[in-house]
């Protein structure tokens, strides 16, 4: 056995029995046949990529949707654009937060895939707490946490970009700046007028972009952090405590999840019936 093989094999000595049981071989065999000739160790990114789904393995991990699924679509998109909300709404947090949230969306726009998960948590972790303002804190905890849970889903490199298209990145990109401009400047009106229209513009964006099944489950995904940061954040004479936060993020997921279903059969319904019209 090679010094690269031994070192392979203790990487994926981390993931549980019944994983490497079903894929062990079959892992260790594609790692091999793509190492250089006279590699003695797993490459940096590679290493950080084993750890962080043996890690996600041990913990359960989340059931992965089908790879071309409305689900799996919905959380590459979200992934796109939950970096780009979370870069808009820390502008104004301090320079380690903001940093932070930049460098996620410059990863996920441009950089590895490997890189993107570690990045997100770390964003998770550094919003937990480093940001100043409790006002804030809650809204940006959600969203890095959606946006995290969203990148770490397995998905094909960069899917979520596909999806919106280049046109359609560009847009979120100038919202994600118009928002975080507007939270920089004084002026409490101008500020909200300038966020609304963004929150608008985005919307256009999801809803001219994507198919209605993949649009409908993004909307679900973020509403939670979109009804704290615009009932709450944007609320300067209210500031909450943490069950009030919990309670409002988990009554408008369970909003939202709840009513999918039953709104997809309607619009099935519907869409049975105009067919039979027609075709009488």
Known sequence: MSTLEARYRRLL????????????????????????????????????????????????????????????????????VGSLSLFAVNLDTGWLPSGTAAALTLI??????WLVVPVAWVAVAINTFLVPSIETLWTLLLLGLTTAIALSARQPAREGLRLLGGRGVAMLATVALAVGGSKMTGGWTLSQIVVVLAAIAGTVVLWRRLDGPVRRRVLVIL??????????VRNMYFFP????????????A???????KPWERLMHLLELGRKAGRES
């Open 223 to 232: 509403a939670p952090s979109a009804a704290l940061y615009f009932l709450v």
């Open 108 to 113: 996920v726009l441009f950089g590895p895939r």
């Open 241 to 252: 405590d943490a069950l009030f936060a919990l309670t409002l993020a988990v009554v408008v």
């Open 13 to 80: 000595g981390l993931y549980p029995a019944e994983h490497r049981r079903r894929f062990g071989d079959e892992m260790l065999a594609v790692l091999m046949s793509a190492a250089a000739d006279g590699q003695r160790r797993p490459p940096l990114g590679e290493s950080v990529n084993l750890l962080w789904h043996a890690l996600w393995r041990r913990l359960g991990g989340l059931r992965q949707p089908q790879p071309d699924g409305p689900w799996a679509q919905a959380l590459a998109v979200v992934g796109v």
């Open 254 to 260: 369970v909003l939202g999840f709840g009513l999918l």
